[in-house]
């Protein structure tokens, strides 16, 4: 075998040879192989989210925005919960303050996530780590999460699920927008539905057996109890925060004498 073909498949295989060591040691790529591999990981969540993006575009349509309006906010934004929101409260003139600071509150969430994803994007230049953070949404975080805890170190995955992610919202909100009327009440179809069930089924590939409760009733109760209690969209950063302290105050180290002896 030629030397340039047996570093290449070396190279292969150490990406994607899954490993329980320190996420800061391991080495990050970022390459079109691993663009390639969160296109296509990320093709069947795109497809389940695209149901929600016609219920977006119906509700734009219904606002006031026009298709290419409704077209660019979902280019632009892309993240669904905030845009719901926005165009709920929108109004002539435009309520900026009330927007700007609802949608901001809906995305502090988004501050916990990225925040997990420093061990493995402290590795990539600026410009790769930003470009995959502006597409970046709960669904292909979650899909990058359980890539990197399997020990992929293909940095580009989360660009890659985000791109066919951001191609399919826009592609879906202009179909809510153009055939709003034809389409009419979008519970009718269960699309209101559609993100609950991805949710769902995402969060069953972090279950870790009974550990995994604790953080899951604690944010679940809270954000109950907080929607209950407080107006607008509080709830989500309160869950979020409850299941994250949870989790950090019960989380176990591992015992730097047992990673000793399995060396």
């Not at 070396?10 to 296109?39: C, I, K, W, Y």
């Not at 845009?83 to 916990?112: F, K």
């Not at 940095?155 to 809510?176: E, P, R």
Request: cysteine-free.
């Amino acid at each position: 075998m030629p030397e340039g073909d047996a570093s290449a498949e070396h190279r292969d295989a150490a990406e994607t040879a899954p490993t329980d060591a320190d996420p800061e040691a391991q080495s990050v790529t970022f390459t079109t192989a691993g663009f390639r591999q969160g296109f296509l990981a990320g093709v069947p969540v795109a497809l389940g989210v695209a149901g929600y993006g016609v219920v977006f575009g119906v509700v734009a349509s219904r606002a006031g925005l026009s298709v290419p309006e409704a077209a660019l906010m979902s280019a632009t934004v892309l993240a669904g919960a905030a845009q719901l929101v926005a165009v709920e409260l929108w109004a002539n003139p435009i309520p900026a303050v009330a927007i700007v600071t609802t949608t901001a509150v809906v995305n502090l969430r988004y501050v916990l996530m990225g925040a997990a994803l420093r061990p493995w994007f402290r590795q990539l230049t600026p410009g790769q780590a930003y470009s995959s953070v502006f597409f970046f949404a709960d669904e292909n975080w979650a899909l990058t999460m359980a890539s990197f805890r399997n020990g992929d170190t293909r940095g580009a995955f989360l660009l890659g699920s985000g791109v066919v992610l951001w191609l399919l919202w826009i592609a879906a909100t202009v179909v809510g927008a153009t055939a709003g009327d034809l389409v009419g009440d979008p519970a009718q179809y269960g699309l209101d539905f559609a993100v609950t069930a991805i949710f769902l089924t995402l969060a069953a590939g972090f279950w870790q057996g009974r550990e995994s409760l604790r953080p899951w009733i604690a944010a679940a109760a809270v954000a109950v109890a907080a929607n209950a209690l407080v107006p607008g969209q509080w709830y989500i950063i309160g869950g979020a925060l409850a299941g994250a302290a949870v989790e950090i105050a019960t989380h176990e180290p591992e015992d730097p004498t047992e990673v000793t002896a399995g060396e």
